[in-house]
């Protein structure tokens, strides 16, 4: 009978832990996605006062000329660019750390193998059979049961 409740307890042990895991991760992502959409707007931005430059540039002369004001908008957005694939790789770290602590249900990388289950298209694998996505919680569905193969035939008299 001992055994049965320190098998319970440690099932509900490593659900508590998951769960926080799963916070813990889905916390860091969030932060990782703002700081990523933060990144993707100054771009953005530096990209049209570029072109506004540029035109600048051509209507005043006629010619447009990469200058120091030119390479420096370019250097930023670059830097950017480098900031966010920074910002991925750390995303890919917390689920990889993630896998560690669950027991690897989740791939970090877009090229792990193929999971024997259902993914979703938030990216999370799941077992097969699943109705919902562990990872964002949205319907995955099941398969509808088969319907009728043949139409019924006609009434009987």
Same mark, same amino acid.
């Given at each position: 009978?001992?055994?049965?409740?320190?098998?319970?307890?440690?099932?509900?042990?490593?659900?508590?832990?998951?769960?926080?895991?799963?916070?813990?991760?889905?916390?860091?992502? %969030?932060?990782?996605?703002? +700081?990523?959409?933060?990144?993707?707007?100054?771009? $953005?931005? =530096?990209?049209? !006062?570029l072109? &506004?430059?540029?035109?600048?540039?051509?209507?005043?002369?006629?010619?447009? %000329?990469?200058?120091?004001? +030119?390479?420096?908008?370019?250097?930023?957005?670059? $830097?950017? =660019?480098?900031? !966010?694939?920074? &910002?991925?790789?750390?995303?890919m770290?917390v689920?990889?750390?993630?896998?560690?602590?669950?027991?690897?249900?989740?791939?970090?990388?877009?090229?792990?193998?193929?999971?024997?289950?259902?993914?979703?298209?938030?990216?999370?694998?799941?077992?097969?059979?699943?109705?919902?996505?562990?990872?964002?919680?949205?319907?995955?569905g099941?398969?509808?049961?088969?319907?009728?193969?043949?139409?019924?035939?006609?009434?009987?008299?």
């Open positions: 009978m001992a055994d049965f409740f320190n098998k319970i307890a440690g099932g509900i042990n490593k659900g508590v832990a998951t769960v926080s895991a799963n916070t813990k991760a889905m916390a860091d992502k %969030s932060k990782i996605k703002a +700081v990523i959409s933060n990144l993707e707007n100054e771009r $953005r931005q =530096l990209i049209q !006062m072109g &506004q430059k540029i035109y600048d540039m051509h209507t005043e002369t006629g010619e447009i %000329s990469v200058d120091e004001h +030119v390479s420096n908008f370019i250097s930023e957005i670059t $830097r950017r =660019l480098e900031l !966010m694939a920074a &910002q991925q790789e750390e995303m770290r689920d990889a750390e993630l896998n560690m602590i669950t027991g690897g249900t989740r791939h970090a990388a877009p090229y792990a193998t193929p999971y024997d289950g259902i993914q979703c298209t938030c990216g999370h694998f799941n077992p097969a059979g699943a109705r919902f996505c562990a990872g964002c919680g949205s319907n995955i099941q398969p509808t049961p088969p319907g009728p193969t043949e139409p019924p035939g006609p009434p009987a008299e």
